[in-house]
């Protein structure tokens, strides 16, 4: 161990009593929230996005109100912000930015990729977003709109992609499979 992984250790040792002793959060709570947070990944979000596909009760839940749909599918969110889900249509795509920093639906998509952080994809995802998604190969009819919506610290959101021609009578688990986080996020779509 490098002392500056020493010097990092004795400091997250310290945070943590700090923390345990102002009964802010105990061991066991930062654990959990340890687990919660390194459980999220893309999977999660296209389990839903699956879901969604084929049960229009659920898919009304998961535009109404993200983080409890997240739940019914065992995806913890207790404690984080609020998850709004935007759906795209034939007439309007959506695309998910943060453009203060990099706030991300981790509990759904897991850690954001590094170019969701970058000052890049910040500044071209508001100023020319349909450039962007055009480099990520995702070309879209002139009639429909882009829209970008602004995840923040207080509200996370990410996308409800339109299901692909061709997957009708898919299971869950194979519509899932064919979701990839930038399809939740709206830098790309689903193919079959």
Known sequence: MTW????????LAGLR????????ASADEIAERI???DGG????????VAKAWTDPDY????????????ELLDIPMRGLPPLGVVENTPGIHHLVVCTLCSCYPRAVLGYPPFWFKSAAYRAR????PRGLIAEWGTELPAATAIRVVDSTADYRWMVLPM???GTEGWSEAELAAIVREGDMIGVTRPRA
């Open 4 to 11: 500056r992984e020493a010097d990092s250790a004795t400091l």
């Open 17 to 24: 009593s700090l923390l345990a002793a102002k009964s802010i």
């Open 35 to 37: 687990r919660i947070t």
């Open 41 to 48: 990944g893309p999977a999660q979000g296209a389990r839903m």
């Open 59 to 70: 898919k009304a839940l998961m535009l109404a109100d993200g983080a409890r749909a997240a």
């Open 125 to 128: 995802a508001v100023r020319d």
């Open 163 to 165: 299901r692909p021609a």
